[in-house]
């Protein structure tokens, strides 16, 4: 009986093709924008993901930052002093004070764009000073030689770690001809040698902000050396912090920054310490794209309304055609309930195509709107077409039903005499 | 007439809009017996009840008032449900103007009453070839009925009427819509059911001529039957 039915459902949906078509044209727009803001919004969502995995939303960073004042008048403008910065006390205080739940504390500074020279030929470098923490996050792959390790942290030796991109430019692809070797670079007319002992592998920074893909890399030195480099007293305008397993991160960052304004910013009369935690970033530009997935949702919702109200008035325009077939089916013994789900079956028929027609076509711009924003094609997922299908049936019958119900309480007398 | 009673209306009336200023009561007592194995015609003027009377006995509608005894079983006070049991198993309809479902197989046409007696699909599409071929249209069951001709069409529905093995053919004006040597042959197909199958039929019709042919002939006059004969042209 149900396949005779949509054998039925077919039939008539086949002798009035254009009809049919429009019909379901609400359905297949309203479905459509479903999976395509579906598919762009996990798309978008995971590349954000991915963007802040890389740098690191693990990690909390701690900046230097000036107070807020509820008075205007208050404000006064200066320039940051020695005694402002972060000091290396502090971080061993912090480090001591929060000893077992502090995983480890990142520290880097950028010393300066510099020149190395090898047999006349010549790379552009960012000298970058970094603690043995800050190394071990960057999770650099070596391709020759060996990392920075503790030694070269605590004895402020003037090793440093080359980057292949640089290191092609000054020996080729023969990595082993520099490493090891001593190598001069000129930063701010002063030379300075370091001992490569390492070379790894230059990784582009790759985002939803776009890709950078600066000339200089990074040359890696260990972070007494940077500022032995600069006869400069170690101090910091930022660090980073990462939490032990297990211990809540947000509050482990309210605790320092609390503990570090506390005992070192009091009475400071311009600047603090500001927490910025990249996983509320991360929650704040998610819940942004939810709310755009949810506005176009609202909008598919409000087509599928209209899609739905059209599927109910051609049903009754159908039915009101077909009154001396249904009154000729009662006639041959058709109960109510057979012309009910006859013309229910029709409705969910019409809903189930137009659903997987809008399946069809969502999918297709979903991906390329996806290609477009992220360069990665999305799809749906398997929940979000079954979920859609499931929905389109449900739609057949909601709106299937009136339409379905006036027919199946036809009088037969009436409906064979219909004219 | 020795069969056994298959149809008897006792005391039938049909009124429409009661309780209103224009109530109007079409039929005044009707009281009928049909036997089974009978060739029945009802005759009369447009308006003389004919149609409300055939609606009753085919249990399309109800009656007002009377009993009404299909098959040693009171259909008069049956539920809607019910009554669709009884159009479909019961009674075969053959109409004016064929009915027959549009855009749709002679073949599916045929196996429709069976599907509402949800029979199996093999057997319905075997049953609906062989009611097919006894009608002589087993080469045209594939086409639709705006590719049949008035006769054919008629056809088809006179086996589609079969389907279920009813006990009483109800045929309303079946040659009404159609030319006279088209119309001979359906009332010969009516005949041969009768003669050879044995099938109680009941004939609506205002055509005398057409009405002699029958075994018995009741005269419906506003509401009323008037007169009941043999037909002089019937041959047993």
């Given at each position: 009986?149900?396949?005779?039915?949509?054998?039925?459902?077919?039939?008539?949906?086949?002798?009035?093709?254009?009809?049919?078509?429009?019909?379901?044209?609400?359905?297949?727009?309203?479905?459509?924008?479903?999976?395509?803001?579906?598919?762009?919004?996990?798309?978008?969502?995971?590349?954000?993901?991915?963007?802040?995995?890389?740098?690191g939303a693990n990690s909390v960073s701690?900046?230097?930052?000036?107070?807020?004042?509820?008075?205007?008048?208050?404000?006064?403008?200066?320039?940051?002093?020695?005694?402002?910065?972060?000091?290396?006390?502090?971080?061993?205080?912090?480090?001591?004070?929060?000893?077992?739940?502090?995983?480890?504390?990142?520290?880097?500074?950028?010393?300066?764009?510099?020149?190395?020279?090898?047999?006349?030929?010549?790379?552009?470098?960012?000298?970058?000073?970094?603690?043995?923490?800050?190394?071990?996050?960057?999770?650099?792959?070596?391709?020759?030689?060996?990392?920075?390790?503790?030694?070269?942290?605590?004895?402020?030796?003037?090793?440093?770690?080359?980057?292949?991109?640089?290191?092609?430019?000054?020996?080729?692809?023969?990595?082993?001809?520099?490493?090891?070797?001593?190598?001069?670079?000129?930063?701010?007319?002063?030379?300075?040698?370091?001992?490569?002992?390492?070379?790894?592998?230059?990784?582009?920074?790759?985002?939803?902000?776009?890709?950078?893909?600066?000339?200089?890399?990074?040359?890696?030195?260990?972070?007494?050396?940077?500022?032995?480099?600069?006869?400069?007293?170690?101090?910091?305008?930022?660090?980073?912090?990462?939490?032990?397993?297990?211990?809540?991160?947000?509050?482990?960052?309210?605790?320092?920054?609390?503990?570090?304004?506390?005992?070192?910013?009091?009475?400071?009369?311009?600047?603090?310490?500001?927490?910025?935690?990249?996983?509320?970033?991360?929650?704040?530009?998610?819940?942004?794209?939810?709310?755009?997935?949810?506005?176009?949702?609202?909008?598919?919702?409000?087509?599928?309304?209209?899609?739905?109200?059209?599927?109910?008035?051609?049903?009754?325009?159908?039915?009101?055609?077909?009154?001396?077939?249904?009154?000729?089916?009662?006639?041959?013994?058709?109960?109510?309930?057979?012309?009910?789900?006859?013309?229910?079956?029709?409705?969910?028929?019409?809903?189930?195509?137009?659903?997987?027609?809008?399946?069809?076509?969502?999918?297709?711009?979903?991906?390329?709107?996806?290609?477009?924003?992220?360069?990665?094609?999305?799809?749906?997922?398997?929940?979000?077409?079954?979920?859609?299908?499931?929905?389109?049936?449900?739609?057949?019958?909601?709106?299937?039903?009136?339409?379905?119900?006036?027919?199946?309480?036809?009088?037969?007398?009436?409906?064979?005499?219909?004219? | 007439?020795?069969?056994?009673?298959i149809i008897e209306l006792h005391n039938?009336?049909?009124?429409?809009?009661?309780?209103?200023?224009?109530?109007?009561?079409?039929?005044?007592?009707?009281?009928?017996?049909?036997?089974?194995?009978?060739?029945?015609?009802?005759?009369?003027?447009?308006?003389?009840?004919?149609?409300?009377?055939?609606?009753?006995?085919?249990?399309?509608?109800?009656?007002?008032?009377?009993?009404?005894?299909?098959?040693?079983?009171?259909?008069?006070?049956?539920?809607?449900?019910?009554?669709?049991?009884?159009?479909?198993?019961?009674?075969?309809?053959?109409?004016?103007?064929?009915?027959?479902?549009?855009?749709?197989?002679?073949?599916?046409?045929?196996?429709?009453?069976?599907?509402?007696?949800?029979?199996?699909?093999?057997?319905?599409?075997?049953?609906?070839?062989?009611?097919?071929?006894?009608?002589?249209?087993?080469?045209?069951?594939?086409?639709?009925?705006?590719?049949?001709?008035?006769?054919?069409?008629?056809?088809?529905?006179?086996?589609?009427?079969?389907?279920?093995?009813?006990?009483?053919?109800?045929?309303?004006?079946?040659?009404?819509?159609?030319?006279?040597?088209?119309?001979?042959?359906?009332?010969?197909?009516?005949?041969?059911?009768?003669?050879?199958?044995?099938?109680?039929?009941?004939?609506?019709?205002?055509?005398?001529?057409?009405?002699?042919?029958?075994?018995?002939?009741?005269?419906?006059?506003?509401?009323?039957?008037?007169?009941?004969?043999?037909?002089?042209?019937?041959?047993?």
């Amino acid at each position: 009986m149900f396949l005779d039915n949509i054998g039925i459902a077919l039939t008539a949906l086949k002798s009035n093709k254009l009809r049919s078509l429009l019909t379901m044209l609400g359905i297949v727009i309203g479905i459509s924008a479903v999976i395509a803001i579906m598919i762009v919004g996990d798309a978008v969502n995971s590349s954000v993901m991915d963007t802040f995995n890389n740098i690191g939303a693990n990690s909390v960073s701690f900046y230097l930052s000036e107070k807020e004042f509820e008075d205007e008048s208050d404000y006064v403008y200066r320039d940051r002093k020695q005694s402002d910065m972060i000091s290396e006390e502090m971080l061993t205080d912090v480090n001591e004070h929060f000893k077992g739940k502090l995983d480890k504390i990142i520290l880097n500074t950028t010393v300066g764009q510099a020149s190395v020279s090898e047999k006349n030929k010549n790379a552009s470098v960012t000298i970058t000073g970094m603690n043995a923490a800050a190394i071990s996050s960057k999770k650099l792959k070596m391709l020759e030689g060996r990392p920075l390790g503790s030694r070269d942290f605590s004895s402020s030796a003037k090793t440093a770690l080359i980057s292949d991109k640089a290191a092609k430019k000054l020996c080729g692809n023969n990595f082993n001809a520099i490493v090891g070797k001593p190598l001069e670079a000129m930063l701010d007319n002063k030379m300075f040698t370091f001992t490569i002992v390492g070379v790894y592998e230059y990784q582009k920074d790759s985002s939803i902000f776009g890709s950078s893909d600066s000339e200089s890399t990074a040359l890696y030195i260990p972070l007494r050396t940077a500022f032995s480099l600069s006869n400069s007293d170690i101090s910091f305008g930022m660090f980073e912090i990462e939490a032990s397993d297990g211990v809540d991160q947000a509050t482990l960052t309210d605790d320092i920054e609390r503990y570090i304004n506390d005992h070192y910013y009091k009475n400071n009369n311009l600047y603090r310490i500001e927490a910025v935690n990249l996983q509320s970033i991360l929650e704040e530009s998610k819940g942004a794209i939810d709310k755009i997935k949810i506005a176009i949702a609202a909008i598919a919702a409000i087509s599928l309304l209209v899609g739905g109200i059209g599927v109910m008035n051609i049903m009754i325009v159908s039915i009101t055609e077909r009154t001396r077939e249904i009154g000729t089916r009662k006639a041959l013994g058709a109960e109510n309930s057979s012309i009910r789900m006859q013309f229910i079956t029709e409705a969910i028929v019409i809903c189930v195509i137009g659903g997987i027609l809008g399946i069809l076509i969502g999918n297709g711009l979903g991906a390329l709107a996806s290609k477009l924003l992220i360069h990665k094609a999305g799809t749906a997922s398997v929940s979000a077409v079954a979920g859609c299908v499931l929905f389109s049936m449900a739609f057949g019958v909601f709106f299937g039903y009136y339409p379905a119900n006036k027919a199946a309480k036809l009088n037969p007398i009436d409906a064979l005499r219909y004219e | 007439m020795s069969g056994e009673v298959i149809i008897e209306l006792h005391n039938i009336y049909k009124r429409y809009y009661i309780g209103q200023p224009n109530e109007l009561e079409i039929l005044h007592g009707i009281d009928l017996t049909v036997r089974k194995g009978e060739f029945v015609s009802i005759v009369g003027a447009s308006g003389s009840g004919k149609s409300t009377l055939m609606n009753i006995i085919g249990v399309l509608d109800r009656p007002t008032e009377g009993q009404y005894t299909l098959s040693n079983v009171d259909v008069s006070a049956a539920k809607d449900k019910e009554l669709s049991h009884i159009r479909n198993e019961k009674i075969g309809f053959v109409f004016q103007t064929y009915n027959l479902i549009p855009r749709t197989s002679a073949l599916k046409n045929v196996e429709l009453p069976m599907m509402y007696n949800r029979k199996s699909p093999s057997y319905r599409r075997e049953r609906a070839k062989e009611l097919l071929s006894m009608v002589d249209m087993e080469e045209r069951m594939q086409h639709t009925p705006d590719e049949l001709s008035g006769g054919q069409k008629q056809r088809v529905a006179i086996a589609r009427a079969l389907a279920n093995n009813p006990s009483i053919i109800l045929a309303d004006e079946p040659t009404g819509a159609l030319d006279s040597s088209t119309g001979r042959m359906i009332m010969d197909l009516f005949h041969k059911l009768h003669r050879e199958q044995g099938i109680t039929i009941i004939l609506i019709t205002h055509s005398n001529e057409l009405a002699e042919e029958t075994e018995r002939i009741l005269t419906l006059k506003d509401g009323v039957i008037t007169g009941e004969r043999r037909g002089s042209a019937y041959v047993s």
